[in-house]
C-alpha cells in the first residue's frame, strides 16, 4: 500500500475516494484511525478560478467553523507538500442516498439550517451532494470550500437541482462512475 507524509508522520493510502476541483481526497490510516488526506492539485479547471489553494481551505475551514457548519475537524496542514488531514466522517453521502432513494427528509431541514447561517454570514458553500455525507443523523458538510453569497449559487437556486433525480442529477450520474 502506498504511504504519505503530513508533515513527517506517516498515513497509509487505504483508497481514493474523491476527485474534486481543488484536489485528491484518500482515506488514510495511521494504524489505528482512519482519517481523510487531502492532496491540493493544479489541474485546469474551466469553471472555478482560484487563488493559493492551500491558503483557501485553511481560511475556509476558520469560517466555516465560526459559524457552525458541521464539518470534519481539520488535524494537520502541510503546507510544503500542499496536503491537509481531517477526522473521517464514515456514512453515506447525499448523492449516494439520492441515487438509492435512501435519502431522509429531515436531511434538507439540515442543509437548510446551513444555509441560514451561511446566508447570515454571507457566503455560500458547495451544495453538490458528494460533499454531504449523513452520520448518526447529523447531516455533514465534508468539503471546507466557501464563496462570497450570490443568489444564483445559493442552495434554493442551484443545489437543490442535484437533490433529488432532476434531470440534471441523473445525467451527470450517467457521465460519472457511482460508487
Not at 16 to 44: R, T
Not at 163 to 178: F, G, I
Amino acid at each position: 500500500m502506498e504511504k504519505c507524509k503530513v508533515n513527517e508522520k506517516e498515513y497509509t493510502i487505504l483508497k481514493l475516494l474523491g476527485h474534486g476541483k481543488g484536489g485528491y481526497s484518500y482515506l488514510a490510516s495511521d494504524g489505528n484511525k482512519k482519517f481523510v488526506l487531502k492532496q491540493i492539485h493544479h489541474e485546469p479547471c474551466s469553471y472555478y478560478q482560484f487563488g493559493n489553494k492551500m491558503e483557501s481551505e485553511l481560511r475556509d475551514y476558520e469560517r466555516l467553523k465560526k459559524i457552525g457548519i458541521p464539518m470534519p475537524r481539520l488535524i494537520d496542514a502541510d503546507a510544503e507538500n500542499e496536503r491537509i488531514l481531517k477526522d473521517y466522517i464514515d456514512g453515506d453521502t447525499v448523492y449516494y442516498m439520492v441515487l438509492h432513494d435512501s435519502l431522509p427528509e429531515y436531511c434538507t431541514g439540515q442543509v437548510k439550517e446551513m444555509c441560514r447561517l451561511l446566508y447570515a454570514a454571507g457566503l455560500n458553500i458547495d451544495y453538490f451532494p458528494t460533499n454531504f455525507v449523513l452520520q448518526e443523523g447529523i447531516l455533514y458538510y465534508i468539503d471546507y470550500e466557501c464563496n462570497g453569497y450570490m443568489d444564483e449559487w445559493n442552495f434554493e437556486n442551484w443545489g437543490i437541482r442535484y437533490w433529488s433525480k432532476t434531470e440534471e442529477l441523473m445525467r451527470y450520474a450517467a457521465e460519472h462512475e457511482v460508487d
